[in-house]
């Protein structure tokens, strides 16, 4: 019930604030189930209004070069 107050927006942005966050420290590498993750929130409805963005999957990598 603490999710739906919150709403999938704020949890989203932690979540990703948290991921971002490990990446720029390098805390682990990719993994094949960070892309199936990616995967799986384009295919659900917090994905509706992202159109036309590509998403990088590559752990922070993009960010430390």
Known sequence: ???GALGP???L???LA???AKALVGE??????HV???VL????PLSDMVQ????????GMTLRT
């Open 1 to 3: 019930a603490w999710a």
């Open 9 to 11: 927006q704020v949890i």
């Open 13 to 15: 942005a932690k979540i």
């Open 18 to 20: 948290q991921a971002r």
């Open 28 to 33: 682990h590498d990719l993994e094949p189930h």
């Open 36 to 38: 199936a993750d990616a």
């Open 41 to 44: 929130y384009l295919a659900s």
């Open 52 to 59: 036309g963005h590509p998403l990088v999957v590559d752990g």
